[in-house]
């Protein structure tokens, strides 16, 4: 297993923590309900992908040997 691969994977999850944060000052300036659940929502899924993310890189670094 590569270290670019392992790099890969926590880039994904900055990537996730950045479009959490767009998503939630979407959500804080909408000016509709419909519009600011929709952008809640997203953050609730970009969470859940960060935390797969999450849990998949431990089990690399495990595999690894870190």
Known sequence: MSDELL?????????E??????????????????????FEQLVKDEERHEQLLRERLKTLKLLKGF
């Open 7 to 15: 790099r890969i994977v926590e880039e994904a999850i900055e990537s």
């Open 17 to 38: 923590k950045t479009s959490q944060e767009r998503y939630r000052r979407a959500a804080q300036e909408a000016k509709d309900p419909e519009t600011k659940v929709f």
